[in-house]
């Protein structure tokens, strides 16, 4: 079961923000999720809980740890935010263009 009231260690939010947007940035879709992501903002609660709801189905294909940690970091606002930041680090130094 998900405990999605215990948000991850630093080191797991950054692991898990970080692989996210390895995977955004090289796709080309930094932009477009990082517009998502803002306006999504006020649902992150929703989004964390969603996941849960969703890990039967994803869980397979992402991996059911993964799932966790990305539902627990969804679930506060500030793992958004962290997500956020680490998506346009990561375009500003492939340079793409900032939309």
Do not use: C, N
Not at 3 to 24: G, M, N
Not at 54 to 63: I, M, N, S
Not at 83 to 95: K, P, T, V, Y
Request: hydrophobic share 50%.
């Amino acid at each position: 079961m998900i405990d999605l009231h215990a948000p991850l260690s630093r080191e797991e939010a950054l692991e898990t923000a970080d692989a996210l947007a390895r995977r955004v940035v090289r796709l080309g879709l930094s932009v477009p999720v990082i517009l998502m992501l803002e306006m999504h903002r006020p649902l992150s609660r929703l989004a964390g809980q969603a996941l849960v709801a969703a890990t039967p189905v994803l869980g397979p294909a992402l991996g059911a740890e993964g799932m966790q940690k990305l539902a627990r970091l969804l679930y506060h606002p500030e793992g958004i935010e962290l997500m956020i930041d680490r998506i346009e680090e990561l375009r500003d130094a492939r340079g793409e263009a900032s939309g």
